[in-house]
């Protein structure tokens, strides 16, 4: 079995209103919820915003710390969710579900090395 980290990526800016913010967690919920009763769930989680972020990176032997983040861009990583299936079409069949809750946020799907 291979571990896939889904990215959900979304659009800067302000979060949904708690109204609509509620109905999404609650479908996302009980996807997370039908992935741990097959087997598949290994771990997940939403992240703060970007600008909560601090990058290290080394450069000629120094190690420099700046806020975050890293990239500068339109969209940013919200959360991820870490699964285990048999294949990348197993992996590909979950990342739908979310998909399916998380209209029209884009899910990255990639395998794990390890």
Excluded: C
Aim: hydrophobic content about 40%; aromatic content about 6%; charged content about 25%.
């Amino acid at each position: 079995m291979t571990q896939y980290l889904l990215s959900i990526y979304q659009p800067d800016g302000p979060i949904p209103e708690p109204e609509v913010l509620e109905k999404i967690m609650r479908e996302l919920n009980a996807v997370n919820d039908e992935m741990r009763a097959s087997g598949v769930w290994v771990f997940g989680a939403g992240l703060h915003p970007p600008e909560t972020s601090t990058v290290v990176k080394a450069s000629g032997g120094d190690v420099l710390v700046t806020d975050g983040p890293y990239t500068e861009g339109k969209e940013h990583l919200g959360g991820f969710t870490v699964i285990e299936a048999e294949d990348l079409d197993a992996a590909l069949h979950w990342a739908r579900k979310v998909a399916k809750v998380l209209d029209p946020l884009a899910i990255e799907v990639r395998p794990s090395q390890s």
